[in-house]
């Protein structure tokens, strides 16, 4: 996958209702990588994502918690042929899942020199790093992680996303 590094702005501001003084909640900054081919937008997320939990919901090629011979079979070929270093001794998997709740309110924005555009959330990509057991029967999960992907509507140059739980005070919502 061909990315290239953007420098990434993530502005975030809290939809949890304030106490007696209103205070604004401070700008969040993330890095994020921009794929030239789809003009998607890959960036951490701002809110805590329980990524196993995703894998467990969202891997639709084997079952995590009980996969059959099959299953690990398929995952010793995968670790065999697309190792992650050179001893061979783990590999990675990914996964697809909706954005959580949480994460579509507010929202998120493409920051750059020239403007300010809104991103559209479209998934969360997940990764599981794992290793197989000593008797290589049972998957042995390692590593949970993953990002958020999103689309601004014209293709980004070296922009910055950005999250606000407001619209800026320019724009406008029919």
């Given at each position: 996958m061909l990315l290239r590094t953007a420098w990434s702005l993530l502005y975030f501001?809290?939809?949890?209702?304030?106490?007696?003084?209103p205070v604004r909640p401070s700008p969040?900054?993330?890095?994020?990588?921009?794929?030239p081919k789809t003009g998607e937008v890959r960036?951490?997320?701002?809110?805590?994502?329980?990524?196993?939990?995703?894998?467990?919901r969202d891997l639709k090629d084997f079952n995590l918690r009980r996969p059959t011979p099959e299953q690990v079979a398929g995952l010793k070929k995968h670790l065999r042929d697309q190792p992650l270093e050179e001893s061979g001794t783990f590999?990675?998997?990914?996964?697809?899942s909706p954005p959580e709740t949480g994460m579509t309110r507010g929202f998120y924005y493409l920051l750059s020199g020239a403007d300010l555009q809104p991103l559209q959330l479209l998934r969360l990509d997940g990764t599981m790093r794992y290793t197989l057991s000593a008797q290589k029967t049972a998957i042995v999960p390692g590593v949970f992680f993953?990002?958020?992907?999103?689309?601004p509507a014209a293709p980004p140059a070296?922009?910055?996303?950005?999250?606000?739980?407001?619209?800026?005070?320019?724009s406008s919502r029919s």
């Open positions: 501001f809290s939809l949890l209702p304030q106490t007696a003084a969040e900054f993330h890095d994020a990588d921009t794929d960036f951490d997320p701002f809110q805590t994502v329980d990524w196993q939990q995703l894998a467990q590999a990675e998997i990914q996964f697809a993953g990002k958020i992907v999103a689309k070296e922009d910055a996303p950005l999250w606000s739980s407001r619209a800026p005070a320019s």
